[in-house]
């Protein structure tokens, strides 16, 4: 899914750099020179998935960094699931790497997404550097013990809740775990919920990486309203990777 015309029309200029969510074949062209050259001196890089490159362009999910009229720099995603982006592969040429390109880059992309109604941006990596670098940038690892071949981050691009002591009229509570063995643990998150005066809309919405068999217990007034797993609450939920609830029915 690309993005609206609004942002497929974005270019922002800075000194000698641009930012285009609509590249050229030129451009991608360009980009793929580079990484083949990579790919032949380190055995590194994304050469071997420039399909993915290519399919992004098409779909028109692909964000480049110009300099001097030269792509140095993209992001290719994709939307897998109602207000969530997924970052297929990102990298900046071996040259201009460490020069705050891959924050520029991301940070033009988020002022897109959020137009677009997106909340969260997720992504893998399978290397130390890379993780590094992610984490650099504001992402965080999924909450799961379990143990994955490419390491899980994500973002969360809206203002959302802070986790809290539960002291209000409605609460959240959510165990990273299923219903049969949540006895006498605590929940691994608490939201506190505040709506938008006379409605029963979020004033803002909980994004939270989640499972829908992990254990989920709603309290109004001090009552439960709902206890049980999270893919039987009974309120609609975007769900993906992640636990998306922008309001909550009575």
């Known amino acids: 899914m690309g993005l609206s015309k609004a942002c497929l029309l974005y270019h922002l ?15 991608i062209n360009d980009i793929e020179q580079w990484l083949e050259a990579e790919y032949k001196k380190s055995r590194s890089g994304f050469y071997t998935d420039r399909d993915v490159l290519e399919q992004s362009f098409r779909d028109k999910t692909l964000i480049i960094l110009k300099m001097n009229g030269k792509a140095v720099s993209f992001i290719a995603w994709k939307c897998y699931a109602e207000h969530t982006a997924k970052i297929s592969i990102a990298e900046t040429h071996p040259d201009f790497r460490r020069k705050g390109f891959a ?10 997404f959020q137009k677009n109604d997106i909340h969260v941006i997720d992504l893998q990596t399978n290397s ?21 071949e490419e390491k899980e981050l994500f973002k969360v691009i809206v203002p959302v809740p802070e986790f809290d002591n539960l ?17 006498g643990v605590d929940p691994n998150a608490s939201w506190n919920l505040s709506f938008i005066d006379n409605s029963r809309i ?14 989920l217990c709603w309290k109004k007034g001090g009552e439960i309203a709902y206890e049980g797993r999270l893919k039987r609450f009974p309120t609609l939920i975007s769900f993906g990777r992640f636990m998306i609830i922008k309001n909550l029915s009575e």
């Open 13 to 27: 200029t800075m000194n000698d750099l641009e930012i285009f969510l609509k590249p050229t074949q030129n451009d």
């Open 103 to 112: 924050r520029i880059l991301l940070n033009a992309l988020i002022s897109c």
């Open 128 to 148: 130390d550097q890379s993780e590094t670098t992610w984490k650099h940038l504001g992402f965080t690892e999924f909450p799961e013990d379990k143990k994955l």
């Open 167 to 183: 002291a209000g009229a409605e609460t959240l509570e959510l165990w990273h775990m299923d219903t049969h063995a949540i006895s």
């Open 202 to 215: 979020l004033q803002t919405p909980i994004v939270y990486p989640a499972h829908y068999d992990w254990h």
